[in-house]
């Protein structure tokens, strides 16, 4: 078994409070169901759009910008035999009803 | 019951209403926003780390911090609510005005504020009860939209031209003046019942929807019985009225989802707490002087509540009922109705004799259940020919497909009855 980095990647973010309370009703099932079959290693958690970024030590702006489709609004580790599983373990993921995308990235492995 | 069930709903009109009060009625769509960002924030912090013990007070705190942050950035170049504008304006006096504006009292009050803005006088009731979902209800366009079997466009429309009229009305409907809020409680009594109608018997297919629609009323009457000034006698008629027939909701619809008239419908579907619960309504409104046409339909409609079935139902005071209703609110609907329940009581002669004399029964022709009315008085008597034109007739005037199929039903029981008829 191995990590796996879940990104989760833009999305719609507006909609009627009914419509977005079932977003949010979808994606607790669909955490809890990755917990209740042993394939979460962490939740993990969501994340601010914007803050700074750091270059060469002396440069901080404020950012990133980039679009908002491509803005990470969070992130969850996993555990899977496979990063074939792992992304198939991600097709249930309610992000994919409002037009976002998870990245799928295996977290590099030392073995000595 | 969920308590979580329609929360972000639920809560959206709550929100909206205690951050017009801050900002004001001209800051309508920046409240919006506000609300919008919140259910956003909750939505991505909750499905990490589940919904919170006390959720309600989660999206408030977290509307409240946006609130103080917008108004201690904006307040040198927005105007917010003028009549607060020098509460805003300090720092000693900001954070506890928006703490206090968070309060559950201060919120009931700023939603039925809301409330009685909505039923603004230039605004047609069909707008009024437009605006009162959007805003007071939390639901969106498209939702409307569908309960009211319009396009999303028309709607959109609509709602676009309630809220220029709303944000131009320079500040929320104050509830201190009596004069006032007298003066614009029959409006508000009227849309709160139209809301109710739309869901039962409206045009949405969707029993859900529906549904929805009458328990968004019941519970907009609650808050109007939960003021002082508004709890007049009409609103607990009114609010009797909407427990007795939505207590009915669940049998109005068959197990295929047809509709199923008052003689057909299981009547251990009803729901006895609703009935209960709009007997006490019928008994606190028999206070004063005033009898408004809802304390006459609130009566009739606890007579059908408390027959064990339609054969038993006391047909005789429902007509005496109609008698006084029909002296205070003339209309042919009323009639037609009354003409019914002579039907029942004295025989299905007496009632097409009562039918045929209804003062302007030309304004009828259109609706589907005065010539179905006739077509059941008639096949009563046994002129099924005739009877079986009139639900053909009755159908080409079909508002929507559960109606059209009640009718077809209909049809098809006198054709079976007297198979010569084509």
Not at chain 2, 135 to 144: A, L, N
Request: glycine residues 6%; proline residues 4%.
């Amino acid at each position: 078994m191995s990590d796996y980095l879940y990104l989760y990647r833009g999305g719609n973010r507006t909609g009627s409070p009914e419509d977005m309370q079932q977003v949010m009703q979808r994606w607790i099932a669909w955490i809890q169901d990755l917990q209740a079959k042993g394939f979460l290693k962490n939740a993990g958690e969501p994340l601010e759009d914007g803050g700074k970024v750091v270059r060469n030590r002396t440069t901080v702006t404020d950012g990133p910008y980039v679009e908002s489709k491509d803005i990470v609004g969070g992130f969850s580790i996993i555990t899977a035999e496979s990063l074939d599983q792992a992304a198939e373990l991600s097709s249930g993921c309610p992000i994919f009803d409002v037009g976002g995308i998870v990245e799928v990235r295996p977290v590099l492995e030392f073995n000595l | 019951m969920d308590p979580t069930e329609h929360l972000f709903r639920r809560e959206s009109g709550r929100m909206v209403a205690a951050l017009t009060r801050i900002f004001g009625v001209h800051n309508l769509s920046l409240a919006e926003d506000v609300v919008q960002d919140a259910f956003y924030r909750a939505l991505e912090v909750w499905k990490f780390r589940g919904v919170p013990e006390n959720p309600s007070a989660w999206l408030m705190r977290t509307a409240k911090n946006r609130a103080l942050d917008l108004v201690r950035r904006d307040r040198n170049i927005r105007r917010f609510a003028p009549d607060i504008e020098s509460l805003l304006s300090s720092e000693w006096t900001l954070a506890p005005f928006v703490a206090g504006a968070f309060e559950e009292h201060s919120i009931q009050d700023d939603e039925l504020r809301m409330m009685f803005s909505c039923c603004h006088p230039d605004l047609p009731e069909i707008a009024q009860v437009a605006l009162i979902l959007n805003v007071c209800c939390g639901f969106s366009i498209s939702e409307i939209a569908s309960a009211f079997l319009v396009s999303q466009s028309a709607m959109e429309k609509r709602i676009a031209r309630a809220k220029k009229v709303f944000t131009h009305s320079k500040r929320l409907f104050e509830l201190e003046s009596g004069a006032d809020l007298s003066a614009r409680l029959d409006s508000v009594q009227r849309a709160v019942y139209l809301l109710f109608n739309e869901g039962y018997h409206g045009a949405s297919s969707q029993a859900s929807v529906r549904a929805d629609l009458c328990y968004e009323a019941l519970r907009l009457g609650d808050q109007l019985l939960g003021h002082r000034l508004a709890a007049t006698p009409a609103t607990q008629a009114l609010c009797a009225l909407m427990a007795f027939n939505a207590a009915r909701l669940r049998s109005r619809v068959d197990q295929n989802g047809h509709l199923a008239s008052l003689l057909d419908q299981d009547r251990t579907l009803w729901d006895i707490h609703l009935i209960e619960l709009g007997h006490r309504r019928l008994s606190e409104s028999a206070t004063g002087c005033e009898a408004s046409s809802f304390h006459f339909e609130a009566a009739i409609a606890s007579i059908h509540a408390s027959a064990r079935n339609f054969e038993e139902t006391d047909w005789s005071a429902i007509v005496s009922l109609y008698d006084v209703l029909l002296s205070i609110q003339p209309s042919p609907v009323v009639a037609l109705n009354r003409a019914i329940a002579i039907a029942q009581a004295e025989g299905p002669e007496r009632g097409l004799e009562e039918i045929h004399a209804i003062v302007d029964g030309e304004r009828l022709l259109e609706y589907p259940f005065f010539k179905a009315a006739l077509g059941e008085l008639e096949m009563r008597t046994g002129r099924l020919e005739s009877a079986a034109k009139r639900f053909q007739a009755a159908m080409a005037l079909a508002r929507n497909p559960s109606e059209r199929d009640f009718l077809q039903e209909r049809l098809r029981v006198c054709r079976e009855t007297s198979p010569s008829i084509v």
